[in-house]
């Protein structure tokens, strides 16, 4: 379809940007704290329900808290689904996530405006908890939609407080038991779009405008519980001493530098607690959680495999034990081929250069990617930065994505509807 079509009205995007950047934002200017379950996230999907209401789109929530508005169309065909996270990480930045989600509200504005006739409706989603940082509940909002819950799992998760999610999410009014019944996929939905910040450097420093995803990085997060001897810091002998953190601190000393040798694989070791915690005292229980990716499933494993033996290894000859939990696992999922060449296809229409690259973060399209089509776009992050206050892209990287990621929308839109 020609591109001149779709226009976006780069004003309301920036206007609707600026109102979703000033909700969440640490007191202390260090970025924002719009987690999952807080106030300021259930305040910002309010926002998004309210933008979405203002251009007349109909809006909707679920049972797991993901709000929705939908351009309809005269034919009843599956929905496209376009949009992101609304959630942040603690003292995160502005774009991840919420950049995804305002650029879809000024796509689906743009195209409601263009007065294309559409095959099918356009929904837009706004997901909660994809980063996951209190409960290690990581994609909930989308793995909700999916109907890919391990209500196991979801049951037993607790913040570091032993608040449980089920708690929390019973303060916004949502009752956890009912999680299974916000699984939409077939027919509801025809495939999935995301716009997102890179997260890294590498269009940056080719200077390529966008890229389409091939593939979203598997995911692997592992609590190793070690257990030794709370003890007196000076009197203990040596030989009696059973320093849990000196084995956490041995098996980091140990993992990370095979890690840095192998090839698609990183592993982060991202969170600790200690028991009790004092420098008087021998610490007798630590908990230290690691963030394994690799969008190859055997690395992946392979990985996971070695971090528990290195563990076990280290510990032994303190005679301190181990054990690890799987909290949050994410396989690896390729994007759809097709949907890459529809990106690739827009992006030449509209004169924007566009790379094909591995997601090493974490997304909802990696959830959803593996029950429906689905397609990613990036734009740079200036110096790669993300996950803290310094995230940041550009007004025109911005636009450009939104633009690519209209286009390639009324694409899939005007395509004759498929059965
Ligand atoms: O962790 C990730 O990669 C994503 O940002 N949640
Ligand atoms: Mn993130
Ligand atoms: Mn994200």
Redesign the pocket.
């Known amino acids: 379809m020609t591109v001149s079509t779709i226009s976006i009205d780069s004003a309301f995007f920036r206007q609707a940007f600026s109102e979703l950047a000033q909700i969440g934002r640490d007191p202390s200017g260090r970025g924002y704290q719009r987690l999952a379950w807080s106030e300021a996230e259930r305040e910002a999907h309010r926002w998004f329900r309210d933008r979405a209401g203002q251009l007349g789109l109909e809006v909707f929530t679920d049972a797991a808290g993901n709000s929705f508005a939908e351009l309809a169309s005269p034919e009843s065909g599956p929905a496209l689904a376009i949009g992101s996270h609304l959630d942040t990480?603690p003292f995160g930045g502005a774009y991840?996530g919420g950049y995804g989600v305002v650029g879809a509200l000024a796509a689906a504005e743009a195209i409601q405006r263009s007065g294309l006739k559409l095959s099918r409706p356009l929904r837009v989603c706004a997901f909660t908890d994809?980063?996951?940082p209190r409960f290690g509940t990581?994609?909930l909002g989308s793995k909700a939609l999916a109907g890919a819950l391990d209500m196991d799992l979801v049951r037993r998760a607790q913040d570091r407080e032993g608040t449980p999610l089920k708690d929390a999410m019973a303060r916004f009014g949502l009752d956890l038991e009912d999680l299974p019944s916000a699984a939409r996929v077939r027919p509801t939905f025809l495939g999935y779009l995301e716009l997102h910040i890179e997260?890294g450097p590498r269009l940056e420093q080719s200077h390529i405008r966008t890229a389409a995803v091939t593939a979203i990085t598997g995911?692997r997060q592992v609590s190793l519980h070690f257990v030794g001897k709370t003890n007196h810091a000076g009197t203990t002998p040596k030989p009696d001493r059973r320093n849990a953190l000196r084995a956490a601190a041995e098996t980091i000393a140990r993992f990370s530098p095979w890690v840095d040798a192998q090839e698609e694989l990183v592993a982060n070791p991202g969170q600790i607690t200690v028991h009790p915690n004092a420098a008087n005292v021998v610490p007798g229980e630590v908990r230290l959680d690691w963030?394994v990716?690799s969008p190859d499933p055997n690395r992946l494993q392979a990985a996971v495999e070695y971090l528990i033996t290195v563990a076990e290894d280290v510990s032994r000859p303190f005679h301190i034990s181990v054990d690890s939990q799987i909290f949050h696992d994410v396989p690896p999922c390729p994007m759809h081929p097709d949907w890459i060449e529809l990106v690739a296809s827009a992006a030449e229409r509209l004169n924007l250069s566009c790379d094909r690259l591995v997601s090493?973060?974490?997304?909802d399209a990696g959830v959803l990617g593996r029950v429906m089509p689905a397609a990613m776009i990036f734009i740079p992050s200036r110096a790669g930065v993300?996950?803290a206050p310094e995230e940041y892209s550009t007004d025109e990287a911005m636009l450009d994505g939104v633009r690519l990621l209209a286009q390639t929308a009324a694409d899939l839109l005007t395509r004759e509807a498929e059965s």
Request: glycine residues 18%; hydrophobic residues 30%.
């Open positions: 990480v991840d994809e980063e996951g990581g994609l997260q995911i963030d990716r090493w973060a974490g997304h993300s996950h």
